[in-house]
Each structure stands twice: as structure tokens, then as C-alpha cells.
């Protein structure tokens, strides 16, 4: 194992909580070599064949196994090594692809035609950027993103931001349980209810659970199995429907949207807070730890760091295709529709469905149940059937990821190493019981609104990935010589304030269109706000002392909040702890910081 992995296990115990009970830990060797060892195994690397016990099969994610690298002396593009990165980007481009996105992109067409496409397709441009970030923190450190904010903040910001991410992924399962629930009451023609579908989904997990077991390659090949089931069935309604293919060029080059009102607005922000989910940039940062990257030599790491780079744009260009398809097909067939227009012909398709859309002059209001109806009695009972079998696809590949995600952030933030099925036993618990309960006693459309609400809520999540990302990317402390660039840094910051102020404008618009009548719902949120912006200011606090406003650290009583700590302690201690473990050799660590620069 190389010093830098070496660095990061040691760095298990230098975290702000336990640093205070280390002197009395120098007595209990035997304590300390246990607690080093378990480290070891759940964030080392892994051969396949080590000697684990059951208990770290149970808690250990991802990283059964690792895949080897091939090595190339001259470091020229190799199709060879690609092969052996890919893996961790087709995983993260599932969030690209999840039940929630989907919607967003069939409201899309049907709200704004062909005019939005251009949106999408920077959004994911932006999200290739963001994930970027993530991937080269993870292969950089060894470390992922959760794992490095365990030791950059305090106990209450860092359990603040772990309870920020886990309502993101809680949010993500909600949608995943919808769209899950919704396939199979359209593949089952509405013999099996919706609160049923819900709890099959509790069934679905645990099986899909065990397929890690076959080997890390393995459960690869199946979530890209599940990427080509859903560009084949969406795929198949794009060329079924045969959008204007000139609109859809159209749509993606020219950056702008004609005639549009607050409506097409509010979609267009919509989209951009679909798209970019926070807990995966978390998810990214720790998925390419199973590579076996050597990181005693910077060439390997900037090789390792470019294949990555490649490897993530391919799978999110194919989840772009996937999103333009499904976004171009209902832009065609119920964009300006009217319910009557759909009503009428569902009814001389002799479609059961048909009360689905009354039989008014309202435009239609789409989700994912809505469209596959559409489909069935526009195009055939085939049609709906293949769009239900894609939704399946979404809603099962999103719930392994997010499965993963809790589990790398609950390992990372707290240091807690839970077997996988009691994890994913709670987050999905908690999904299911307002979703259930929905189900049960409300309708489709209450569903649908439920959609649109955890889409408003995930986007609130955001800055709490995008944020510790960037500032952990930007410090020279971290990263060493990889350390993000000038024009990365103003990127970077640029892009994440757009984004923060894009989706905080959708959660407000959001709350005033539904929740201005209800004067406690509004005074509450407005006070959740007030916390929620004081948490921002702290994080950015942090980013701006790495990017070089140290004066912030000057400041009386809160200064200190701010302060990046040395690398290789990286915590909060006071000087006369710095200088003890200076003297028991503790700053002999290597780090990327103190890489000779070529």
C-alpha cells in the first residue's frame, strides 16, 4: 500500500472528535492497531481474493474487488485501459437517467416544445464539469468526498451537511419508489394498485443487493445492461413518434426560448435542478476508488485522472441522448394538446384509460403515468408497455446507486459502518411511508405534484456537495500539484453560483405558488431559510480562505471556523497539539501537497 493510502488510514484518528482522547489511546497499541486495521479494510484496496471476515463482506461496499490497471510506460491513450475505468461513470450517469428526470424531460416538451433542449444539454455539460471535480478528488486522495469533510469541519456543520445529503437521497428514493410503483401499475394494466407497487420495491432492493456479490465487473455489466434497456425502449418511442429532427437541432443550438412566459421559465430551472444531483457528486468520488491507481507516481495519477475525464463524458453523452429522446417525444405528440384532444383519442383507440384525461380545454399536465397512457392510445398497447419497461429500468438502476451513495456518506460523515441491509432497510422506511400513504389515499396527480416537490427539495441540497467539492479541489493542501487552476477556479465558482441561485429561485417560486395561503408554512420556511443561508455563508467562508481570502480567518471568535488545517493532520487543534504531533512524527506523512512539482 502506498504512503499516501498509508496517510489516509492514519488519518482515521486525527479527526476532531477523537484527537482529544488520543494520549490516552498512545497506551492501548493493541486498540489503536484494531481500529487501523478495520480502517484498512473498509477504504484500502481490496484484492479480490484477501481473507475478509463476514462482517466486512456485510459493511463493505463496492470494493469487494478492484480492477487492476494496465500499465503503459509512454502513457499514450490506450482503448485497453479505458476499458479497465469504465465502470464508475456509466454508475454515476444513472442519476442522469433516474425516474425524476425522466419526468422533468417529458413536462419539458409538453411545456416548451423543442425550445428547452438547449438547456438540458448544458445542464449536462455543467454536471460533466461538476462530476469532474469529484472524480479527480477521489482519485487524487484516495479519499472520497465525505471522508474528506469528516476531517475539513466541526461536529455540527459536518452533521449538518451529512443531514442535508441524506435528505437528498431519501428525496431520490422517494422518486424512485414512484417510478418503480408506476411501471408496475401500467405493465400489470392496473391490476396491481400503486400502494402495492410501493411495496414491492422494498422486495426489488434486497434482491438487487446480492448482485455485488458476483464481483465488481459483474454488477458493472448489469447496470449496463439497464443504461441499454432504457435507451432501447426510450429509443424505440423516439423513432415510433418520429419528432421534427430539424426542431430538435434547433432546440439544442440556439440558446434561447421565443414566446416563452414564467411557465417555460420555471421548467427550464426545473430542469437544471433535475439534472444535477448533489449526493452524486458524493457517490462519484468514492466509485472511482475501485480503480487500482498507483499514487506514488503523479503520472499514473494524471493518466488515471484523464481516462476518468473520458470515461464520464461518454456515459453522460449517452444519458443526454436518452433525455433528448424522451424530451423530443412528448414535445411532439402533446405539446399545446389539449385534455380533450388526448381524451378523444384514447376513446377511438377503445383505450381503459381513457378517464385518465378529462375531457376539458386545459392543456394537458404530463407525468410519467399520463405519458405512457398517451403512448398506449396514440401508438399502441405495445408502446405503453415499453415505456413502462423503461421506467422500470430507471427506477431499479437509481436505487442501487442511491444505495451506495448512503452508504459511502454515512462511512464517510460519521464514521459508521452499517451492513447494507440496514441501510438501505431505513432510507427506504422513510421513503416509503409518505409515499404509501399518498398512494393510498390520494391520486396520481398528488403523486405527480410529490415529484415536483422532492425535485425542489434535492435542489435546495445542492450547494452542500457542490461547495466542499470545489473547496477541497482548490486547495493546494489537498491536491498538491493537481490542484484546480485559475480558469478552474473561476469556472468553477461562477457555474456554482449560477446554479445555487438558479435552484434557490426555484424552491422559492415553488413555495409562493404553493404555500403562500398557509401563513405557518410560509413563516417556517422562511426561517428554515435563514439557517440555510447562514450555512451557505460558512461554506463559502471555507472556500474563500482556500482561494486565498485568509483575512477571513482574522476575524473575532468565528475566524477559526474558517481555517484550513495542514494536510496531513487535517482537523482543528491548537497549537500546542500541533506541535506534539509534529514531535511524535505525525507530519512525516506523504500527501499530494508535498509531491516534488515537475
Not at 497 to 526: D, G, M, Q, R
Request: net charge negative.
Amino acid at each position: 500500500m502506498n504512503l499516501l493510502e498509508e496517510s489516509g488510514h492514519q488519518l482515521q484518528d486525527m479527526t476532531p472528535d477523537k484527537h482529544n482522547r488520543q494520549s490516552s489511546q498512545q497506551q492501548q497499541p493493541s486498540e489503536a492497531d484494531e481500529l487501523n486495521s478495520r480502517h484498512k479494510q473498509n477504504y484500502g484496496v481490496i484484492e479480490e481474493k484477501s481473507d475478509i471476515n463476514d462482517r466486512t463482506q456485510e459493511t463493505d461496499t463496492y470494493f469487494m474487488s478492484t480492477v487492476p490497471i494496465p500499465t503503459d510506460i509512454s502513457y499514450a491513450f490506450s482503448w485497453r485501459k479505458l476499458w479497465a475505468f469504465t465502470g464508475p461513470g456509466f454508475l454515476m450517469s444513472i442519476a442522469y437517467l433516474d425516474p425524476g428526470n425522466i419526468q422533468s424531460d417529458l413536462q419539458s416538451g409538453t411545456v416548451a416544445q423543442y425550445k428547452l433542449l438547449w438547456v438540458l444539454m448544458w445542464s449536462t455539460v455543467l454536471g460533466l464539469l461538476m462530476q469532474r471535480l469529484a472524480a479527480r478528488l477521489g482519485v487524487v486522495t484516495g479519499m472520497h468526498l465525505a471522508e474528506l469533510c469528516y476531517r475539513r469541519y466541526h461536529k455540527i456543520p459536518r452533521l449538518f451537511l451529512w443531514i442535508m445529503v441524506e435528505i437528498a437521497i431519501i428525496g431520490s428514493d422517494m422518486q424512485e419508489v414512484i417510478g418503480t410503483a408506476l411501471s408496475i401499475y401500467l405493465l400489470s394494466h392496473r391490476l396491481i394498485p400503486l400502494w402495492a407497487g410501493v411495496l414491492i420495491t422494498i422486495l426489488d432492493t434486497f434482491t438487487f443487493l446480492m448482485l455485488d456479490k458476483y464481483g465488481l465487473r459483474k454488477l458493472e455489466a448489469f447496470f449496463g445492461f439497464l443504461i441499454t434497456l432504457m435507451a432501447i425502449t426510450f429509443g424505440y418511442e423516439y423513432f415510433k413518434v418520429k419528432p421534427n429532427e430539424l426542431k430538435v437541432a434547433e432546440g439544442l443550438a440556439l440558446p434561447y426560448c421565443s414566446d416563452c412566459g414564467s411557465s417555460e421559465l420555471l421548467q427550464a430551472v426545473g430542469i437544471i435542478g433535475a439534472i444535477i444531483m448533489p449526493h452524486n457528486l458524493y457517490l462519484h468520488s468514492a466509485l472511482v476508488k475501485s480503480r487500482k491507481i498507483n499514487r506514488e507516481k503523479k503520472e499514473d495519477i494524471r493518466d488515471a485522472n484523464r481516462y476518468v475525464f473520458i470515461e464520464s463524458a461518454i456515459a453522460l453523452g449517452i444519458s443526454l441522448l436518452i433525455n433528448i429522446a424522451v424530451t423530443s417525444v412528448f414535445a411532439h405528440g402533446l405539446y399545446n394538446k389539449t385534455n380533450a384532444d388526448v381524451y378523444t383519442t384514447c376513446m377511438n383507440a377503445n383505450m381503459s384509460d381513457n378517464n385518465v384525461f378529462p375531457n376539458n380545454t386545459d392543456k394537458v399536465d404530463a407525468n410519467l403515468y399520463k405519458a405512457g397512457v398517451f403512448l398506449g392510445c396514440t401508438f399502441g398497447i405495445e408502446a405503453l408497455y415499453i415505456w413502462a419497461i423503461g421506467i422500470f429500468a430507471a427506477g431499479q438502476s437509481s436505487t442501487m446507486t442511491g444505495t451506495y451513495s448512503g452508504q459511502f456518506v454515512m462511512e464517510g460523515f460519521l464514521d459508521l459502518h452499517w451492513p447494507r441491509w440496514r441501510r438501505v432497510l431505513l432510507t427506504r422506511t422513510i421513503a416509503i411511508i409518505p409515499t404509501l400513504l399518498i398512494t393510498y389515499f390520494q391520486n396520481l396527480d398528488n403523486l405527480s405534484e410529490m415529484n415536483d416537490l422532492l425535485n425542489a427539495l434535492m435542489s435546495l441540497q445542492l450547494p452542500f456537495a457542490l461547495l466542499p467539492a470545489l473547496t477541497f479541489t482548490s486547495s493546494p493542501k489537498v491536491m498538491g500539484e493537481f490542484v484546480n487552476g485559475f480558469i478552474n477556479k473561476v469556472l468553477a465558482s461562477v457555474l456554482s453560483v449560477v446554479v445555487i441561485s438558479v435552484n434557490l429561485y426555484f424552491v422559492f417560486n415553488y413555495v409562493s405558488e404553493h404555500f403562500s395561503n398557509n401563513i405557518i408554512v410560509f413563516v417556517a420556511t422562511a426561517l428554515f431559510f435563514v439557517y440555510y443561508l447562514m450555512f451557505l455563508i460558512y461554506l463559502s467562508g471555507c472556500l474563500l480562505v482556500v482561494l486565498g481570502l485568509s483575512r477571513l480567518t482574522e476575524i473575532p471568535r468565528i475566524g477559526k471556523y474558517f481555517m484550513e488545517s495542514d494536510y496531513n493532520e487535517y482537523n482543528y487543534q491548537t497549537i500546542d497539539n500541533q506541535s506534539q504531533e509534529t514531535s511524535n512524527g505525525s507530519n512525516s506523512m506523504s500527501s499530494p501537497a508535498n509531491w516534488p512539482t515537475s
